[in-house]
């Protein structure tokens, strides 16, 4: 069965969200045009409400303030007892205000009119099958994660923050090895001054034009440009780093033993340079990470490494374990890499875990794996040798060299303990 949803604030009444399109009324079915009719407040973006004829739409007319979404709460209830319309850009709930109001009011207290989304009809123009269409949005965003969908042959949609995204992101494919992708950008879409321009990212000859615009990539990699696949592994050569990294086989088998799930937070801790945390993320949009790294030096270098491939959004912790843990949302895994002596470390690294949270621990330090083997005998779990050897030249023939294997303890939470993750949750 499915559940209510849950009830609007006491004294906010139900709202109308509107979608609407470049092409402004005359693009808005009957149902949109009643809704803002009979509105008694409108509220919207300024290029939004100035679509709206005054003599058609006669409500009280009001802007949303910047940063819009800290306000939200604060301007339904100015307006509680009034007929209330919100303004949307296309589909309210893709990437749209619908999101915000529907945390704000449940489900319950909207009704949502939504018109064709600039995906929709940029897929429309370019023939391109929305399903096969991967987008990401820009707006408010960095442009550096979009390196994270670069793939070649890989269609994209960029949402873009305004007149200078597209040119911000050809700078972007040219740093990423993906200077020879495709681009065009499809500019009011749906209006009657719709236009279109393309080129290569490679030379790129196009000034800022209007700020209204979604990106089209056809992603081609560079000739020699590396390649960095979507499963866990990349290659070291993709990190910048001072030698405190895990090796490509042994991270590879730690995410698979992490296993991210879309929306899970991660605790990397000594992050080194960040790599376990930036893989994780990459599995999913929607996956979050907070690595801990006591060395600033070290902590810098893993934000230069998740902006270059594509997860800009990880939160870097500069200080020590465990005392940098205090205060951090409660996580679904937690990586451990470095400090594992530390007094207390894995006793907190432990009690924020959830019941069903999953720890995973490496080292190549006896001292350390006589602290996991300890671990192991108190809460099972798994416990393995991971052993890499490499071949390489020997005299004229070739042999094995062997990297100091790793030993590694991964565990999942039993229920039942009380912890201060189940606590939070």
């Given at each position: 069965?499915?559940?209510?949803?849950?009830?609007?604030?006491?004294g906010?009444?139900a709202?109308?969200v509107?979608?609407?399109?470049?092409?402004?009324?005359?693009?808005?079915?009957a149902?949109s045009?009643?809704?803002?009719?009979?509105?008694?407040?409108?509220v919207?973006g300024p290029?939004q409400l100035?679509?709206?004829?005054?003599?058609?739409c006669p409500?009280e007319?009001?802007?949303?303030?910047?940063?819009l979404?800290?306000?939200?709460r604060g301007?339904?209830a100015a307006?509680?007892g009034?007929?209330?319309?919100?303004l949307a850009s296309?589909d309210?709930?893709f990437?749209?205000i619908?999101?915000?109001?529907?945390?704000?009011?449940?489900?319950?207290?909207?009704?949502?009119l939504?018109?064709?989304s600039s995906?929709?009809?940029?897929?429309a123009?370019l023939?391109w099958?929305?399903?096969?269409?991967?987008v990401?949005?820009?707006?408010?965003?960095?442009a550096?994660?979009?390196?994270?969908?670069?793939?070649?042959?890989?269609?994209?949609l960029v949402?873009s923050?305004?007149?200078?995204t597209p040119?911000?992101?050809?700078?972007?494919?040219?740093?990423?090895?993906?200077?020879?992708?495709?681009m065009r950008v499809?500019?009011?879409?749906g209006?009657?001054?719709?236009?279109?321009?393309?080129?290569?990212?490679?030379d790129?000859p196009h000034?800022?034009?209007?700020?209204?615009?979604?990106?089209?990539?056809?992603c081609?990699r560079?000739?020699?440009?590396?390649?960095?696949?979507?499963?866990p592994?990349l290659?070291?050569?993709?990190?910048e780093s001072d030698?405190?990294?895990?090796?490509?086989?042994?991270?590879?088998a730690t995410?698979a033993?992490l296993?991210?799930?879309p929306g899970?937070?991660?605790?990397d801790?000594?992050?080194?340079?960040g790599s376990?945390?930036v893989?994780w993320?990459?599995?999913?949009?929607t996956?979050r990470?907070?690595?801990?790294?006591?060395?600033t030096?070290?902590?810098?270098?893993?934000v230069?490494?998740?902006?270059?491939?594509g997860?800009?959004?990880?939160r870097?912790?500069?200080g020590a374990a465990?005392?940098?843990?205090a205060?951090?949302?409660?996580?679904d895994a937690v990586?451990i890499?470095?400090?594992?002596?530390?007094?207390?470390?894995?006793?907190?690294?432990?009690a924020?875990?959830p019941a069903?949270?999953?720890?995973?621990a490496?080292t190549?330090t006896?001292?350390?794996e006589?602290l996991?083997?300890?671990?192991?005998r108190?809460?099972?779990?798994?416990?393995?040798r991971?052993?890499?050897?490499?071949?390489?030249?020997v005299?004229g023939?070739?042999?094995?060299?062997?990297a100091m294997?790793?030993?590694?303890?991964s565990?999942t939470k039993?229920?039942?303990q009380g912890?201060r993750?189940?606590q939070?949750?």
């Open positions: 069965m499915t559940p209510a949803p849950p009830a609007s604030p006491a906010i009444p709202v109308t509107v979608g609407i399109g470049a092409d402004g009324w005359a693009g808005l079915p149902a045009r009643a809704a803002l009719a009979d509105a008694e407040v409108i919207g290029r100035g679509l709206l004829p005054a003599d058609a409500g007319r009001v802007a949303w303030p910047s940063p979404r800290p306000a939200v301007l339904l307006h509680a009034r007929r209330v319309a919100v296309g309210p709930m990437y749209g619908g999101r915000a109001l529907t945390e704000e009011l449940g489900a319950g207290g909207l009704r949502v939504p018109h064709p995906v929709s009809l940029a897929c123009r023939g099958p929305v399903e096969d269409t991967e990401i949005t820009l707006v408010g965003r960095p550096a994660r979009l390196a994270a969908a670069l793939h070649d042959g890989r269609r994209l949402l923050a305004g007149a200078a040119g911000e992101v050809a700078a972007l494919l040219r740093d990423r090895g993906f200077g020879p992708s495709r499809l500019e009011q879409l209006s009657a001054h719709e236009g279109a321009y393309e080129g290569v990212a490679d790129w000034a800022p034009g209007d700020p209204l615009n979604v990106v089209a990539v056809e081609r560079a000739p020699g440009a590396p390649r960095l696949g979507a499963a592994g290659p070291d050569a993709a990190y030698g405190q990294l895990t090796k490509r086989h042994v991270r590879a995410l033993v296993a991210p799930v899970e937070l991660l605790w801790v000594g992050g080194g340079s376990i945390a893989e993320m990459r599995t999913h949009p996956c990470a907070v690595t801990v790294e006591k060395n030096v070290r902590a810098a270098r893993i230069r490494n998740a902006d270059r491939l997860v800009p959004g990880l870097v912790v500069t465990p005392a940098a843990l205060g951090l949302p409660a996580p990586f890499g470095g400090g594992l002596t530390a007094s207390g470390l894995l006793d907190a690294c432990w924020a875990l069903g949270g999953r720890l995973v490496n190549v006896l001292e350390s006589a996991l083997t300890e671990w192991y108190r809460h099972g779990g798994e416990l393995v991971l052993a890499v050897a490499q071949a390489v030249p005299g023939f070739t042999g094995w060299r062997q294997p790793v030993t590694q303890w565990v039993p229920a039942g912890d993750g189940d939070e949750r």
